[in-house]
């Protein structure tokens, strides 16, 4: 039973399209990342927030958004994106404290498609 | 930088056959190592772990050591069960400060009764 869900679990969208995905965790945690696995390639860290403030962006296009407006949501925002942005999409999220980061709980994803 | 590098999949199996995925890494330094489990239509979940050299992590049947001679992390199984199928992933943590995994291509695993 995973404590970190996400809406929706699937998305097909055009590539003129605005959509957001949504992430909610249950677990009282403080960090939250969103990661994107497509197939055949290892998952690709995007972004980290640790307690609501970007702490990473790993070099990605500005055609993905994210949002965090408090520890346990996080929101990533989708416009005019590419038929090779089609991928699952997972959010995770991790108690971060001083000295060290917890296991990272991860949600079941949502299934992207971009037509 | 840090990589992760498993075994090609798709791997295939009869029930109650044992079970090895290898996992190699890459690292400047002596990283934590993890392997988590995605079943169908399901999020990663943490399998087992294991934070240095010679450490064994264990769950749910499955082990694997920390090799830092060899660089690996091989996942070992006595007796799969089709309820094992799913894709496992092998990950690397460089510093138990930095949030930061890195994770290999996962394998897929079918058993098949």
């Known amino acids: 039973e995973t404590g970190v869900t996400q809406t929706p679990r699937h998305l097909v969208m055009g590539m003129t399209n605005k959509k957001s995905l949504k992430c909610e965790q249950h677990?009282?945690?403080?960090?939250m990342y969103w990661y994107k696995q497509s197939a055949k390639k290892p998952l690709e860290l995007m972004f980290v927030?640790?307690?609501?403030?970007?702490?990473e962006n790993n070099s990605v296009p500005s055609r993905f958004s994210p949002e965090c407006p408090n520890s346990s949501h996080l929101f990533l925002h989708l416009h005019t994106l590419q038929p090779e942005d089609s991928a699952l999409y997972l959010c995770?999220?991790?108690?971060?404290?001083?000295?060290?980061?917890?296991?990272?709980?991860f949600g079941p994803g949502t299934r992207l498609t971009v037509l | 930088g840090d990589s992760v590098t498993q075994m090609e999949g798709p791997v295939t199996l009869s029930e109650e056959a044992f079970l090895t995925i290898n996992c190699t890494y890459t690292a400047t330094g002596y990283p934590s190592l993890f392997w988590y489990v995605q079943y169908p239509g399901e999020g990663l979940q943490l399998l087992l772990k294991a934070t240095k050299a010679d450490d064994k992590g264990s769950n749910k049947g499955f082990e694997a050591t920390y090799r830092k001679e060899t660089t690996s992390f091989h996942l070992e199984k006595g007796s799969v069960q089709v309820s094992d199928s799913a894709v496992y992933f092998c990950?690397?943590?460089?510093?138990?400060?930095?949030?930061?995994?890195?994770f290999g291509t996962g394998t897929r695993l079918t058993i098949i009764p």
């Open positions: 995770a999220s991790s108690h971060q404290r001083q000295g060290g980061t917890d296991t990272q709980y």
């Open positions: 677990l009282g945690h403080n960090a």
């Open positions: 990950a690397l943590r460089m510093d138990f400060g930095n949030e930061k995994l890195t």
């Open positions: 927030y640790n307690f609501k403030e970007q702490t």
